[in-house]
């Protein structure tokens, strides 16, 4: 655990999302095909955990008092933790939303 904020490491992480999201991953890129739609949600559902086990360790390292860790590293943690999850959480829903309203169309 770091004891700073690195904002180009955070910057670098921002913008590997941000391509990820338009669907330019490396893997993907560099494949012939596209990715698979469940693998590429998994993955998704995977990072938004690490991020939550990491915004748990930090605040569990800080609350034992560990010198080593900000509050305002915690904080991020916490935020950037949340965000995904919010984000997560609205691609579930329009997931469901779709999924719905293609078992509404009649055939």
Same mark, same amino acid.
């Given at each position: 655990? +770091?004891?700073?904020?690195?904002?180009?490491?955070? %910057?670098?992480? $921002?913008? /590997?999302?941000?391509?990820? /999201?338009?669907?330019?991953? /490396?893997? +993907?890129?560099? !494949? !012939?095909?596209?990715?698979? #739609?469940?693998? =590429? %949600? &998994?993955?998704?559902?995977?990072?938004?955990?690490?991020?939550? $086990?990491?915004? &748990? &360790? =930090?605040?569990?390292? #800080? @609350? /034992?008092?560990?010198?080593?860790?900000?509050?305002?590293?915690?904080?991020?943690?916490? @935020? &950037? +933790?949340?965000?995904? #999850? @919010?984000?997560? =959480?609205?691609?579930?829903?329009? =997931?469901? +939303? !779709?999924?719905?309203?293609?078992?509404?169309? @009649?055939?």
């Amino acid at each position: 655990m +770091s004891n700073t904020i690195n904002p180009d490491t955070l %910057l670098m992480q $921002m913008r /590997a999302m941000a391509t990820q /999201a338009q669907g330019k991953t /490396a893997e +993907s890129s560099s !494949a !012939a095909g596209q990715s698979d #739609f469940s693998e =590429l %949600l &998994k993955q998704s559902v995977d990072k938004v955990n690490q991020t939550q $086990m990491d915004s &748990k &360790k =930090l605040q569990d390292a #800080f @609350q /034992a008092g560990d010198p080593n860790v900000n509050v305002s590293e915690v904080m991020v943690a916490m @935020q &950037k +933790s949340n965000v995904s #999850f @919010q984000a997560m =959480l609205q691609v579930r829903n329009k =997931l469901v +939303s !779709a999924y719905q309203e293609i078992m509404n169309m @009649q055939v």
